[in-house]
């Protein structure tokens, strides 16, 4: 029983094209991340939401637009791919807040490894 | 800003030896810091978290970290590696920023533990 899955788990395409990544986190959090981790292993996150509304983008192009159509799903879609796309993303997510055990506990899924050519 | 940098991009321990993974932190204010293990090919999980209720925390698979503010680590240990802990391990501080909480991760340390 998966608590946060993306789907693709691979995604192999060419330059120019769009494509989507879809998350579903089944935990009742009220937080929803993308997060990018390069050749380098480097992670950076990208945008987080918070009961569908966007609170965090952190400077990514506008190629890249989130969409959350509830608090449980939250799906990137990525227009004009570019070589430098290439990378695993991943998502996550959190309960907020500052109560509880599991505060700042964020929750990642198994990534999806976006290779552009 | 607050931010978190590891020592070393790559570790090397024999089956059996102690495993140190460093990271300091910096932080104007008292951080949430968090280790996540990260498999081959799969997702990050949580290995522990200090969130200052103890200085000494304690995680999985006989992980354990010291909070030490005057040194401002967050150092990672286990007393005896075992081959299924090869891994690459991310230090992270949590910043609140616009009422929601991002990791802000250290650039991973690649554990190997040779035989």
């Known amino acids: 029983d998966t608590a946060v899955s993306q789907t693709p788990k691979y995604l192999v395409t060419q330059m120019g094209n769009d494509k989507s990544i879809k998350c579903e986190q089944n935990l009742g959090h009220d937080t929803m991340y993308w997060y990018k981790q390069d050749s380098k292993k480097f992670l950076k996150i990208m945008f987080s939401?918070?009961?569908?509304?966007?609170?965090i983008n952190e400077t990514v192009p506008n190629r890249f637009s989130p969409k959350s159509p509830d608090k449980a799903h939250l799906n990137l879609h990525i227009n004009s791919l570019e070589l430098g796309d290439s990378a695993v993303y991943f998502c996550a997510s959190s309960q907020g807040g500052l109560a509880g055990d599991d505060w700042g506990e964020q929750y990642f899924g198994p990534g999806t490894r976006l290779t552009v050519t | 800003a607050q931010s978190v940098t590891q020592l070393g991009s790559h570790v090397s321990v024999s089956e059996g030896a102690l495993v140190l993974l460093r990271c300091n932190y910096s932080?104007?204010?008292?951080?949430?810091l968090f280790w996540y293990v990260q498999y081959p090919n799969q997702g990050l999980q949580l290995l522990l978290k200090y969130t200052s209720a103890a200085t000494l925390v304690k995680g999985i698979n006989g992980f354990e970290a010291e909070f030490k503010k005057s040194e401002t680590s967050f150092h990672l240990t286990k007393p005896s590696a075992h081959m299924s802990d090869a891994a690459e391990y991310f230090c992270a501080v949590s910043i609140t920023q616009g009422g929601s909480e991002k990791l802000v991760f250290g650039k991973g340390t690649k554990l190997t533990v040779n035989p």
């Open positions: 932080s104007s204010v008292p951080p949430y």
């Open positions: 939401y918070n009961n569908k509304e966007l609170i």
